[in-house]
């Protein structure tokens, strides 16, 4: 079992930045690749960003390509969201996920929610125009 808590979510007003921690626990953080979705209401979730295993390797959706960066850091089990020109359609619940790196190749960056094996409870970003 991986353990995976989000934190620093909160309200922010449009075109600012926000930066949110995902921390894990339970299993070898490195065996696994990380990734960001988010949820808004009445909509399903959506793939933002994901990162390998050694980090060298990440992927993002279209959308917030170019504002959201994805990165990690092994020794401290973290993976970071750095969230800019924020709009209020960013607005939703946003989760981190684990993925089993024994099914895939250690560059792969696994994109769709089936993929991934562990989710946290999510954390509220709300961007106020």
């Known amino acids: 079992q991986v353990q995976l808590v989000e934190s620093g979510g909160g309200l922010v007003q449009a075109g600012g930045s926000l930066k949110l921690p995902c921390t894990a626990s339970?299993?070898?953080?490195?065996?696994?690749?990380m990734g960001w979705f988010r949820q808004a209401p009445g909509k399903e979730r959506e793939f933002l960003a994901a990162?390998?295993?050694?980090?060298?390797?990440?992927s993002y959706a279209g959308s917030v390509k170019g504002r959201f960066t994805i990165s990690r850091d092994n020794a401290k089990n973290t993976v970071h969201l750095q969230m800019s020109s924020l709009k209020p359609e960013d607005t939703a619940v946003y989760y981190c996920?684990?993925?089993?790196?024994?099914?895939?190749?250690?560059?792969?960056?696994?994109?769709?929610?089936?993929?991934?094996?562990?989710w946290g409870q999510g954390t509220q970003v709300t961007v106020s125009s």
């Open positions: 996920a684990a993925a089993d790196g024994s099914r895939f190749l250690p560059r792969v960056v696994p994109t769709t929610t089936g993929r991934y094996d562990y």
């Open positions: 990162i390998s295993r050694s980090g060298d390797s990440t």
């Open positions: 339970g299993r070898t953080f490195t065996n696994y690749a």
